[in-house]
């Protein structure tokens, strides 16, 4: 337990982000509702703001009950759950608001940064290093339902891998599709 921890105190999510976790695997919702209350995290709402460290903290017993697959599941529904307040028509432009989507669904502190280094259109790959207190599985999850949402093209796989093992938060990721 206590694996993932917020950058500072007082961090706080959006209820929205939250839900996305209680509703990312369907099969599982009622479980996920009990984690987060074991967490301290109960009757979410949309536009309420909540403890990242409570969040984090149902991350941490998640990943040691169920492993790192069912974080990279959970990942991969965030934006087909999410109701970004930005909209995308195109893969690029998603995965370099990544880093303003997050910052707008966390407030009160340091909460990390995703940055694209690399974008090439044609050869259908990109870099992205981010710092983060959330699990690298569940990260790589999310980029991967980026690349499922908004790929332009059709049979592309996408595939998404951690270069960096977590030093100090810093990971980069190689995004190809």
Not at 124 to 144: H, I, Q, W
Not at 151 to 166: A, D, I, R, T
Request: net charge negative.
């Amino acid at each position: 337990m206590g694996k993932f921890k917020s950058y500072s105190e007082g961090v706080e999510v959006v209820g929205q982000t939250i839900l996305c976790f209680i509703y990312g695997v369907p099969k599982y919702e009622d479980e996920m509702r009990e984690l987060l209350v074991r967490h301290g995290l109960e009757d979410i709402q949309p536009d309420g703001w909540y403890p990242q460290q409570k969040w984090l903290d149902a991350f941490s017993e998640l990943f040691d009950n169920y492993g790192p697959f069912t974080l990279f599941t959970l990942g991969k529904s965030i934006p087909e759950q999410a109701a970004f307040r930005l909209q995308f028509t195109e893969l690029e432009q998603a995965l370099r608001a990544v880093d303003v989507v997050y910052q707008m669904n966390r407030r009160n502190g340091e909460v990390g940064h995703y940055t694209i280094t690399k974008y090439d259109a044609e050869l259908k790959e990109a870099l992205m290093e981010c710092t983060s207190p959330y699990p690298a599985d569940f990260e790589r999850g999310v980029l991967v339902g980026m690349i499922r949402k908004y790929k332009s093209h059709v049979g592309s796989v996408p595939k998404v891998e951690l270069l960096s093992p977590l030093t100090e938060g810093f990971r980069t990721f190689s995004i190809n599709w």
